[in-house]
């Protein structure tokens, strides 16, 4: 439960000392919930011991536990110094990795990898929000993760011993009844603890062998697609149902993440393991349908890598190396062997300034000030300013949200009438220089919420990324992240599936007027003849581009029908890219796609029997604007359905290059033939009309 509405219903119920009862209060004291005469109710406080006597019971040889969790969780306290005590008491050796986002905290698990033999967290938010991925790279690395929550358990980690929550519904129900009866208020009480839940799968997965083949996991595919079907129901996806509603499909969007990380990982593995290779190294996976160059994140012992024969810009920071892999190959994978580490230079030149920093990267100068906002961006390339003089880019933005009607569907543009500014402290500071990024740490508070944000700029790309971490408290508010800009267009583009499309920036018609906030996927870009800028995200789904003004929307905060709506911890990240050319020409569509779907890295040892070549493309495309959107197995089983889409809105030839043992006709979108179509080896021609869509039913020889 959320402890601030219970603070509210206190303060309310102070002068009629009306009894307020609560449940599932982890820390009832913390909470300032004790020593009031009209308030009681449940806890369900970690039983720490209890989980580390199951822990020692499952693994009674354990020399050293990992303890990942949150400096910012209150919650966390107590049953970390707990298990301190409890391990110092057994002699047994504890290793401390904590982290506030989810990169962090997936930096700390994976350097807990190799050196633990089971990891403890508790009833901890921060790292619930990445429970998938944390849970998935301890069973990778065979560490069974312990924790203080079963919704842990469901979204992958090993076990947990809790509270029995229907006998504590119970209990709370039997203190009203109580109460009521009776008029006394009886002190609060903690549940016992003592129920174990053990996820099966994982609990398979850390016993399992190496495996030799792979089966296609078609049956676990369709439920994923079904279950994420269902939460596409139109009050689900847009977050106007119950909060109810919301508890369920939380608990289901787990459950697919989980299976699709481990239908992910076991497909990759059986792949890498194939990859011949001479030496130590890393293969990276590349999911998209064209070549990049990317930044990813492997945990391992090396310091240095290189692309077989020059090093490549890396940085390694907690037993991570983080590098740029250069010259990915679209839809395929390419090995990186691993060397020693080269002398680590800083990629830009950085100067305090008021607060703020001026940056200087070889392909811009930008100041910051001490908010995070940019006063000034000068772009090296184009020789040209992008910031208007006197405003300010990545400035965070408060309106008061209060709709006519229908508080959680509708956005009112009478909104942009009553704007607040965020007045709360910011501190900025360098957090990484290297050959890699330079990244810059924001900590800032908006009114009652709090936000961390990580900017970074990177040497081998356009692209500035903002990734946020917020804890937010608010309510009737809208806050958005403006992008002033010094250029000239009277049309915006924005991303949709399988295409884009123009918006006027003026409201010279009512029908302008009407669209002041527009529906996007991956982006929203403002272009002039030659020069433009584009505003990514990777979740936030509402822009408005008016008056050389990108803005995004980031967060809400309806009431009705669900009070806690968007209350708590919230993840993203969206990014600026400014570019020459127009979307077209500055590669906006790729730099979306690359932001929603980093490379997949796998460290490999030396395989010099290996049978795959150590890069290697499945499918290839010839033309910029035409983009491999998708690759599935055909839903009759017999070879795989490629779709794909002309993206610019121009007519077009383009050729998709095939292995050597496959065969390529084009089908309709429900897999089935087309007259006078025939199959071709080697090279696909493609007669493409704008934003067509195209299906293609690809075979291999036997």
């Known amino acids: 439960m959320q402890n601030s509405g219970f603070e509210c219903m206190t303060t309310a119920c102070e002068s009629t000392k009306t009894p307020v009862i609560y449940a599932a209060i982890s820390d009832p004291a913390a909470a300032d919930l004790t020593d009031i005469d009209y308030v009681t109710g449940t806890s369900d406080a970690l039983n720490t011991q209890s989980i580390m006597d199951m822990m020692f019971a499952v693994q009674p040889d354990i020399q050293t536990v990992g303890l990942l969790y949150s400096n910012s969780e ?119 603890g003592g129920i174990i839940t053990v996820n099966t799968e994982t609990a398979a997965a850390l016993a399992d062998s190496l495996r030799t083949g792979y089966a296609y996991p078609a049956a676990a595919l369709h439920r994923n697609w079904e279950l994420t079907l269902l939460n596409q129901f139109h009050d689900i996806l847009p977050g106007s149902a119950l909060g109810e509603v919301y508890e369920v499909s939380q608990q289901q969007y787990g459950e697919i993440l989980a299976s699709d990380a481990r239908i992910t990982d076991d497909a990759l593995h059986t792949v890498a393991a194939l990859v011949k290779t001479d030496r130590p190294g890393v293969v990276v996976f590349n999911q998209l349908g064209f070549a990049r160059d990317t930044v990813v994140r492997v945990a391992c012992g090396a310091s240095g890598i290189t692309d077989g024969g020059h090093p490549l810009p890396c940085h390694t920071e907690n037993g991570v190396l983080t590098f740029v892999a250069k010259d990915l190959p679209a839809k395929g994978w390419r090995f990186y062997p691993f060397a020693d580490a080269e002398p680590e230079t800083p990629c830009a030149e950085v100067t305090e300034n008021d607060g703020g920093y001026i940056i200087d990267t070889p392909l811009y100068h930008i100041v910051f000030n001490g908010c995070g906002e940019i006063t000034a961006l000068l772009d090296k390339e184009a020789g040209r300013e992008l910031i208007p003089a006197g405003q300010c880019a990545n400035e965070l933005q408060l309106f008061e949200d209060r709709p006519d009607e229908y508080d959680a569907w509708n956005l009112e543009k009478y909104y942009r009438r009553h704007r607040f500014a965020p007045d709360g402290a910011a501190r900025l500071t360098v957090a990484e220089n290297s050959p890699v990024c330079c990244r810059l740490h924001l900590e800032r508070a908006i009114s009652r919420s709090q936000l961390v944000q990580d900017i970074t700029l990177y040497p081998h790309s356009r692209r500035i990324d903002f990734a946020t971490h917020i804890h937010w408290h608010e309510q009737h508010v809208l806050l958005k992240a403006a992008f002033p800009v010094d250029i000239c267009a009277d049309r915006a583009q924005y991303d949709i599936q399988f295409g884009s499309i123009a918006r006027d920036t003026h409201t010279n018609t009512s029908w302008d007027e009407a669209r002041f906030e527009v529906c996007a996927h991956k982006w929203a870009d403002l272009s002039e003849p030659g020069y433009g800028a584009a505003l990514l995200n990777d979740g936030r789904y509402g822009y408005d581009v008016h008056d050389g003004v990108l803005r995004l929307s980031l967060l809400r905060a309806a009431t009705y029908p669900d009070s806690h709506a968007d209350q708590g911890a919230h993840d993203f990240t969206y990014a600026l890219l400014p570019h020459l050319g127009d979307w077209r020409q500055g590669g906006v569509i790729p730099a979306g796609y690359d932001l929603n779907a980093p490379a997949l890295p796998l460290a490999v040892a030396a395989q010099p029997a290996g049978t795959l070549p150590a890069a290697y493309s499945q499918f290839r495309i010839d033309a910029p604007n035409v983009v491999l959107e998708t690759v599935k197995k055909a839903e009759d089983g017999s070879g795989l359905i490629l779709r794909l889409y002309e993206s610019w809105g121009t007519r077009t030839r383009a050729a998709l290059t095939l292995p050597d043992d496959a065969a390529a006709v084009r089908c309709t979108p429900m897999e089935q033939p087309l007259p006078g179509e025939e199959a071709v080896q080697h090279s696909l021609p493609l007669t493409l009309h704008p934003f067509e869509i195209c299906t293609i039913h690809v075979q291999f020889a036997q």
């Open 74 to 192: 209150a919650n966390s306290a107590t049953p970390i110094a707990e298990a301190k005590a409890y391990l110092d008491a057994k002699g047994i050796s504890y290793v401390e990795k904590t982290g506030n986002t989810n990169d962090e905290i997936m930096t700390a698990a994976s350097s807990l990898v190799g050196q633990v033999d089971a990891v403890f967290t508790p009833t901890d938010n921060v790292v619930m929000a990445a429970a998938a991925a944390v849970s998935e790279t301890l069973t990778k690395g065979g560490i069974p993760f312990y924790t203080g929550a079963d919704s842990f358990v469901t979204a992958g980690a090993f076990a947990t011993c809790g509270v029995n929550y229907t006998e504590l519904g119970a209990y709370t129900a039997d203190m009203a009844l109580e109460v009521l009866e009776t008029g006394t208020v009886p002190e609060y009480h903690i549940m016992d």
